[in-house]
């Protein structure tokens, strides 16, 4: 009773009612909630679908694009760098925001027009498909990083895009990063929302969402490349939607060069760490919300360094924070952008560290473990990244932006663990399909994959999006693969909307043993390479047919309790959960 009356009187957070949740968190850190109140599966749950029965052993896609309604006419003239996948209008249904490379100089000088190209697109989802929405403000640039967040705490998700700016070209698109509001469904830019540094408007590749200093308000880190200053910059929300450069502050230097990046807790104590990839540097959060940096290589998270004789091609893009081995610690894969294969460089398509806990000095410490894991070398482009377990068999696979036909992306499928470390299956085509990241080539190199189970069927989909337009790509994939037993779960306004929570899921009766975990991820906003995916969190379960639950909350959650824990027990499997009042609550 107490969790409903909260849910109907947060129209918006204000100070009046901090006090309030924090009651309620004081009891939401137990099992149950209030006296005789418990948030109860059938209160939480916003749908059921048992386990696809057919299918196809191997992770199989397909082609849904057009059936969906993403059409040709969506597509054209669109070049895509990004999509981002989030519930908009609060429908239950997932929308996709379609990023694109507007005003993109190499195609101007084939003949494209600043008319011709397509601005970003919002699709929104429903039972029938995607319809595009035409409201949606018309914004150029060359997007590449994409979020969906609630920045103002009212309950709907707003927008933030990062467009990146490169001396090369004679750029007319501006590198800046654009900041839209959400109010109900309706999107508005809102101009002067992010500080500007020296360079530009905070131009960027790459967006991390977190709450850095827990105060209940969710913060930015963008990530700039070395081709446009190399200064990332932590932004601070000060409320109002308006974000201030906080970087020196934090404690962060101001010479980050990155593409991408990761915010999850790799100490475990809840707070958001951030993992800068294209310079591989690595900044620890300390409790203060200021971060100290440690050395990423000292930590086992080795790279290899640029090639000097293609600097503009060969980097680090991708970087996905999962616990692949289920021993509750994240682990780290990294994807590289293009492998010059000309030069016999041999670098793996994904790398993967496995975290091996801390040391005395309470720094991670990583391990690579791509051979082992049987991850190939592949040669050809591949920026994204994301670990997911796309059979639901429990095991968490990797899926990579490399493609292996001209229309999928390749997945990794995980095999589960020999002496503790998991051994991959690679996909027939691995390192076939050849591009060259030139523009006119139309080889295909597949940009980012970015998952959600858009149609409610308990199995992760993807959109796998490409620069260069042709005849096949940018692809809506719907996931055809014979699924073990499923379960999401997401988090409402009055937990604090989910970002930076961590869901563990025990098998029923183990709650909180360490051998009884199924698995183990935190809720962000962006994963991989200008891959924006849902606030949730999806997890296969193989055979469990009910499961135990624990939601950690992140510091500072919206006025309630540090560190709030959520437990419910013995949950059937095969449902999306929305905590603490289902998906018609908040
Ligand atoms: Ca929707
Ligand atoms: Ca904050
Ligand atoms: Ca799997
Ligand atoms: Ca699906």
Known sequence: MMVKSIGRTLPRLTAGIVMMCLSFAAIAGATTL???????????????????????????????????????QVTKDRFGHGVAWGDVNNDGSLDLLLGTFANYDPLVKLGYTSGTFKPDQLAIGSADGFTIDKTFPKTFGWTSGLAFADLDNDGDKDLVLSRNQEEAYDQTAPGETIALRNDAGSFEKVPGAISSNSRNNIGGRSIAVLDYNADGLLDLFITQDRFEGGQSSLLRNKGGFQFVDATASAGLPTNIEGFGVSAKDLTGDGHGDLYVVGSNRLFIAKEDGTFREIGAKAAGLVRPA????????????????????????????????????????????????????????????????????????????????????????????????????????????????????????????????????????????????????????????????????????????????????????????????????????????????????????????????????????????????AVDVRVKLPPGTRGLATHGVIDLRNVPSDRHLRLPNGCGGT
């Open 34 to 72: 209030a006296d005789g109140t418990q948030i109860s599966v059938k209160q939480t749950t916003c749908w059921v679908s048992r386990p696809a029965d057919s299918g196809t052993q191997k992770i199989t896609f397909s082609d849904v694009t057009d059936q969906e309604g993403i059409t040709d």
């Open 306 to 545: 640029p090639d000097p004789d293609r600097p503009r091609a060969d980097f680090d893009t991708g970087v996905s924070v999962g616990d692949v081995n289920r021993d509750g610690r994240p682990d780290v894969a990294v994807a590289e952008h293009y492998s010059s294969s000309s030069n016999g460089r041999k670098i793996p398509a994904v790398s993967l560290y496995l975290n091996k806990g801390l040391n005395s000095k309470g720094n991670p410490i990583f391990k690579d473990v791509t051979t082992t894991a049987g991850l190939p070398s592949v040669a050809a482009k591949n920026g994204d990244v994301n670990i997911n377990d796309y059979n639901n068999d429990g095991w968490p696979d990797i899926a990579a932006g490399v493609a292996v036909s001209r229309t999928r992306p390749a997945v990794f499928r995980s095999l589960g663990l020999t002496n503790g470390v998991p051994r991959y299956a690679v996909p027939a085509g691995v390192g076939e399909i050849k591009g060259t990241a030139e523009p006119g080539d139309q080889s295909h190199h597949g940009l980012p994959v970015a998952a959600a189970d858009y149609n409610k069927d308990g199995r992760l989909d993807v959109f796998y999006d490409f620069l260069f337009t042709n005849e096949d790509g940018q692809l809506l994939l719907r996931n055809q693969t014979g699924s073990g037993h499923w379960l999401s779960l997401s988090l409402g306004r009055a937990l604090g909307g989910g970002i930076g929570a961590k869901v563990s899921i025990y098998r029923a009766g183990g709650l909180g043993t360490p051998k009884a975990l199924i698995g183990q991820r935190e809720i962000a906003a962006t994963d991989g390479y200008t891959a924006g995916v849902p606030d949730e969190a999806h997890f296969g379960l193989g055979a469990n047919t």
